[in-house]
């Protein structure tokens, strides 16, 4: 199988990340590798994507490409039990967009290679849902929320619903692609249906998009200050209007890093979620929804500006287990 810009993980790569220790069974011991995730017994494709093009082009802060390796360090890590078993996921690979950021300079460079990266993309999530497949889709920037729905939309043959946890719509103007506008590009090419938004930050979405999204039917949104200032409604119960909402539909799972207070990404906050409900938010979405992909992004291990931390992979490692508890213990 040739996919462009797409790297196989392989069986001799394990060394580099594993840590094992006798008497424990890691889940890098026993989830599948390679190519033939059609075959594989496997629910669910894991892949990442390592670029920072998109957050480029947005005019953030690049370092969303370190993200995918940090996550392979913890979560092959972690235990092999009854409650997670490694046997249900199949390491597809990576895709490796930087090398085309090297000569970008202006935000309208990093805008013309987006298209690029969104037709490199969608095909590899098209295969793996129509394969009946979930894939799991790590790093990178938002930007790569177009592709996917689009990926998992095609291969359905019909819009489909996306629930997001985050700080922001990026449902902005589509002034040539980026990580700002993903949704309301997928709104505009007819690939996604409802979009339901928990945790918007009044301070960072204009009121010019919230006109333009408010002519769209389907389109739900709870603002953080609505939650946590104005004790208008509960973390869970927001969370759980966007379950039954989305109950019984083809449902698209996103979780933006910067929506989580203290997370290094391209956008991060001081004040947001916790940890522990963007867990939850992992967790409950996989087990009472319908989810046909599961996206994390914005994640960095380190930021052009110099800012480093450590405990980004791990974060990540939590996020995708709890996830696949959700769908596996439904």
Same mark, same amino acid.
């Given at each position: ?9 392989? @069986? *001799? ?7 094992? $220790? ?27 994507? #390592?670029?920072?093009?998109?957050? @480029? ?24 039990? =009854?409650?997670?078993?490694?046997? *249900? ?10 090398? %085309? ?6 935000? #309208? ?62 449902? =902005?103007?589509?002034?040539? =692609? ?23 930050? #009044? ?11 408010? @002519?769209?039917?389907?389109? $739900?949104?709870? %603002? ?5 200032? =104005? ?27 910067? *929506?989580? #207070? !203290? ?15 963007? $867990? ?13 992909? %599961? ?10 500006? !110099?800012?480093?931390?450590? *405990? ?10 709890? %996830?696949? @508890?959700?769908?596996?213990? $439904?």
């Amino acid at each position: 199988m040739d996919i462009k810009h797409f790297h196989f993980f392989e @069986k *001799s790569e394990l060394n580099s990340y594993l840590k094992p $220790r006798e008497g424990e069974t890691k889940i890098g011991e026993k989830i599948s590798y390679g190519t033939d995730f059609k075959n594989s017994a496997a629910k669910f494709i894991l892949l990442g994507i #390592e670029e920072s093009i998109g957050v @480029k082009g947005n005019l953030g802060i690049s370092g969303t490409h370190t993200a995918w390796d940090a996550f392979l360090k913890a979560f092959l890590n972690i235990q092999h039990t =009854r409650k997670l078993n490694g046997d *249900s996921i199949h390491l597809l690979g990576n895709f490796n967009f930087q090398e %085309f950021a090297k000569n970008a300079k202006s935000a #309208e460079d990093f805008r013309k290679l987006v298209p690029v990266i969104d037709d490199a993309v969608f095909p590899l999530i098209q295969e793996i849902s129509t394969s009946g497949k979930i894939p799991i889709i790590i790093g990178g920037s938002h930007a790569n929320a177009f592709p996917i729905i689009k990926g998992i939309s095609q291969a359905k043959n019909a819009a489909i619903n996306v629930i997001n946890l985050d700080a922001h719509a990026d449902f =902005r103007a589509m002034e040539g =692609r980026h990580s700002g506008n993903p949704f309301s590009t997928a709104k505009a090419e007819e690939f996604m249906a409802a979009y339901s938004i928990l945790g918007l930050h #009044e301070n960072y979405n204009s009121q010019n998009m919230l006109d333009e999204m408010a @002519k769209h039917k389907g389109i $739900r949104y709870y %603002f953080w200050e609505d939650i946590y200032l =104005r004790k208008k409604v509960t973390f869970a119960d927001a969370l759980n209007d966007f379950i039954q909402l989305n109950q019984n539909k083809a449902c698209g799972i996103e979780l933006d890093m910067d *929506s989580i #207070e !203290g997370v290094l990404s391209s956008a991060m906050t001081p004040s947001g979620f916790t940890t522990t409900e963007a $867990r939850y938010y992992s967790y409950q979405t996989g087990h009472n929804l319908h989810p046909v992909y %599961f996206h994390i992004c914005e994640a960095a291990t380190e930021l052009e500006t !110099g800012l480093k931390d450590n *405990s980004t992979g791990k974060l990540l490692s939590y996020l995708v287990s709890d %996830f696949l @508890k959700g769908v596996l213990e $439904r």
